[in-house]
């Protein structure tokens, strides 16, 4: 079992790296940085994290390949990789509100697993060619600088049957983005059965991770509250890709309309306390804890704790590491050897992957 903490590429330089080092002090294991539309580029925080840790395990939640061609990709994944000293994952999706800057997504799983097939070629070495529906590289094609490893693990974001069953057959890790849910862990598990069994694969091969807006703080009550705005932005994608979660369609219709006339607030307002549980961690460490736990208990890999972690980013890092993580691996509580100055707060929030 893992935790992680998944940031939102929106930081200013040396915040990342802060952020990074308390993260990895006070015993996180996973840095996920989202490849949202319109953020900062990951690769940039990514970089920044590499230089200042030692230990963590470091990828994007996702990248996609309509939007970054597979070799380019093999070039993101090889640079973080060298300079974490093979502590990258490869972290790939269809992608999500593309149509914004003209992108059409045609074909995604064919897309989604050529993608994968160049840009594991490019960085095996490999200079047979590779000619798919979708990609293509020549005889030949190479890349032309050193790679850490031929094969950093693969990470597909995927809520759906098909796109479970795809990471079933040849992902490392599957990411449920958005969902906090422990009835989804074994919905997840069957859909992967599908992929493994039909290439021979053991189904537990594949760690199951589930991640979502976080909001802790010894104050409660402000922290769900904030939750509940920072849920309200996309709970109407990710409420009906849920097939355990009964959302009536008229508080859907309702939040959404809210969110579109940039009352954030008041939409927040409409989400229960059942239903935010669903789709984000919120409360003091304790009701966190609980909330991690129950996903745990489910299966999962990995419990990755989304921006905006608490009422401001270190707050929320600190009291994530201080007080949930020793809930959850029943430890004593310790102090890390260094205090961190605290960044940038971040004013938006993202936790869906694909």
Known sequence: MEIGLGLQSDKRAGDYARLAREAERWGVDVLTVFGDLMYQ???????????????????TACLNPYSMAPYEIA???????LASH????????????????????PRPLRALEEAVQVVYRLLGGDVDGFEGSVFRLAPGTALRYPVQRPDPPLLLGAWGP?????????????KVGGSANPAMVRVIRDRLRVGAEAVGRDVDEVGVVLGAVTVVDTDGRAARAKARTE???????????DPTAEVPAELLDRVKELVDAGQHEAAGRLIGDDLLDLFAFSGTPEQVAAQAQTLIDAGVRRVEFGTPHGLTDARGVELIGSAVLPLLRREPVSVPPASVPAPTDSATASAVAS
Do not use: C, H, N
């Open 41 to 59: 580029p990951p690769i940039f925080p990514l970089l920044e994290m590499a230089t200042a840790t030692e230990r963590v395990r470091l990828g």
């Open 75 to 81: 070039g993101q994944i090889a640079a973080l990789d």
């Open 86 to 105: 093979g502590r990258a994952y490869l972290g790939l999706a269809r992608g999500t509100w593309l149509g914004a800057v003209g992108l059409d997504q």
């Open 162 to 174: 098909k796109g479970a069953a795809l990471a079933g057959r040849i992902a490392s890790e599957i």
């Open 231 to 241: 849920v309200a932005m996309y709970l109407a994608v990710v409420a009906d890709l």
